[in-house]
């Protein structure tokens, strides 16, 4: 049981840790008056039976805000953290996730992964915070218009699943 507990805070300061740093430079951002903004929307596609029952796609969107930009050990590749929110919800079912991202761009490519926390929610149970692990791909079909998909782990497994989705820069 100490181990689980021990576990259970690691976990939860890296996450607190990432939101931090994520928390100060979005508002650096903001206050320079240049945001970095895609919205997207799509369709999740739950992988689990209980979800799946409800409805096997569900209407998704998002928000994903650029933040810093790194650079990556080679002269086309570069990367950038960002913080994504995102909504699916079909039948009184529902899921807000919202994850601090490492990208990798790759020419068209975008590779990305991430962490963060979400807030879930069916007609049956109350609103419950769940830990949540994603990880997906885009590639940009104009230099504005973007196509992904990204697989995202959630500790509550009814909200686990794969969505697709269309985005465009502002």
């Not at 928390?23 to 903004?37: E, I, Q, S």
């Amino acid at each position: 049981m100490k181990n689980v507990v021990k576990m259970g805070f690691v976990v939860a300061s890296v996450v607190a840790a990432s939101f931090a740093v994520a928390a100060d430079a979005v508002a650096t951002k903001m206050a320079a008056g240049k945001p970095d903004l895609t919205i997207r929307g799509g369709l999740f596609l739950p992988s689990d039976a209980t979800a799946m029952a409800v409805s096997k796609s569900w209407v998704a969107f998002g928000v994903d805000l650029r933040l810093s930009s790194f650079a990556v050990n080679s002269a086309r590749t570069n990367g950038y953290y960002s913080v994504s929110v995102d909504y699916a919800s079909r039948a009184g079912w529902r899921s807000i996730p919202v994850t601090f991202n490492y990208n990798v761009v790759d020419g068209a490519l975008t590779y990305f992964g991430g962490i963060g926390l979400g807030l879930t929610r069916n007609p049956t149970d109350a609103e419950k915070y769940v830990a949540l692990a994603t990880a997906g791909a885009s590639i940009m079909i104009s230099p504005r218009v973007s196509l992904s998909g990204k697989y995202t782990v959630v500790t509550r497994k009814a909200y686990s699943g794969f969505g697709v989705f269309i985005g465009v820069k502002i």
